[in-house]
């Protein structure tokens, strides 16, 4: 498998796992995500209550869909919006000076606290989101050989562990903290 089309695989791969893992989270985990979004205070308080759910759903939905090869690219396109959204409200908030939010991005057992890291870790997700939506062919694995689609997981999972890691990170370490 070229490089480029390892690297879109692999993206896939791990873009799925991780939005399956938050809108799971999200939806598993209403109440704390919802006071979470409404910290963020760009929309009426209580909005939580309703637009949580739909964002778990919406990634849910993003994370089955980069399999059905007539809807990878469509998958990308909402991943990237939710993207977007997430780093726009940070960024709003990092402006206003309002570090001390829960991200909501880390799960119920993980505080993640507003920062400039969680913008470049979106950003590298961005970036993942853009080579699956530029690359939809390279998911079509069936056709790979076993070797090319064990390196495309094994570099998912890498992908996946670093994304984890970043977050144990941000949630534990103040010198990533941006004071």
Not at 128 to 141: D, G, I, S, T
Not at 151 to 171: C, D, H, M, Q, R
Request: proline content about 4%; hydrophobic content about 60%.
């Amino acid at each position: 498998m070229e490089p480029g089309l390892l690297i879109a695989a692999s993206s896939a791969i791990a873009l799925s796992w991780l939005m399956a893992a938050a809108g799971a989270a999200r939806l598993h985990h209403l109440q704390d995500h919802a006071r979470s979004f409404d910290a963020y205070a760009l929309l009426p308080q209580g909005a939580g209550r309703w637009l949580v759910p739909v964002l778990g759903v919406a990634e849910c939905a993003a994370a089955l869909a980069i399999w059905p090869r007539g809807t990878r690219v469509a998958a990308a396109v909402l991943m990237l919006a939710l993207l977007v959204l997430y780093s726009g409200a940070i960024a709003i908030n990092l402006l206003r000076g309002r570090r001390d939010i829960e991200c909501g991005c880390g799960g119920a057992a993980t505080h993640v606290p507003l920062s400039g890291w969680l913008l470049a870790r979106n950003g590298a997700l961005m970036a993942a989101a853009f080579a699956v939506h530029e690359a939809p062919q390279a998911l079509a694995l069936a056709g790979a050989s076993w070797p090319s689609a064990l390196a495309a997981l094994a570099v998912a999972t890498v992908l996946v562990l670093l994304y984890n890691g970043a977050n144990f990170l941000l949630s534990r370490d103040t010198l990533l903290q941006d004071d």
